[in-house]
Structures are given as structure tokens and as C-alpha cells.
């Protein structure tokens, strides 16, 4: 794996704002409150998670669903993988 883009995806979730993620819910139709979408952001700067691990991934999902519901934490890890595919980094998860 490319190491220098895996700190630059690592970077841009510490560095996630509400207002993004409350636009990229609205964007991709998941139901998220802008209250959630603080919250999301906030534990995202408070963990390092590593996208690029199964384990981390699956911590990160399944703190969203408590966040919010398992629906849209399911929601999103679809919409994860159809953005790697998109982008061509699918091979790097």
C-alpha cells in the first residue's frame, strides 16, 4: 500500500468537520441529524482509525451505528466501497 495515501486519507478523517459530513449525508441521502454528524466528527479527532485495516474499519462502523442506526452505518460502508471502486483505490481495503 501506497503509505503516503493512507496518511492522507488518515488525515482527512481527523480532520472532518459537522458541517461536511451533515453536506455528504444530505448529498448520499443518509439519514443523519447535524447533531450527529458532530458527534461523528468529534470521534473521529478523538481515534486514529485506519481505514485500510478490516478491524479498524468494522470499530468505526460500528461506532456510527451506535451514533446513529445500523441502517445508515450500513448505508455508509456501501457507499464506502462504491467510492473505492470509483476512485480506484479499491485494492488498498
Known sequence: MNGFTKRMIMMKLQQVDPNTLYDYAKMYKLNVTFEQATDIANH???NQYDPTNASD???MLKKLAQITDLETAKK??????KLASEYGIK???
Do not use: E, G, S
Not at 76 to 81: E, R, T, Y
Open 44 to 46: 473521529l479527532k478523538q
Open 57 to 59: 474499519r468494522a470499530r
Open 76 to 81: 455508509c460502508q456501501q457507499i464506502f466501497q
Open 91 to 93: 485494492d488498498l481495503f
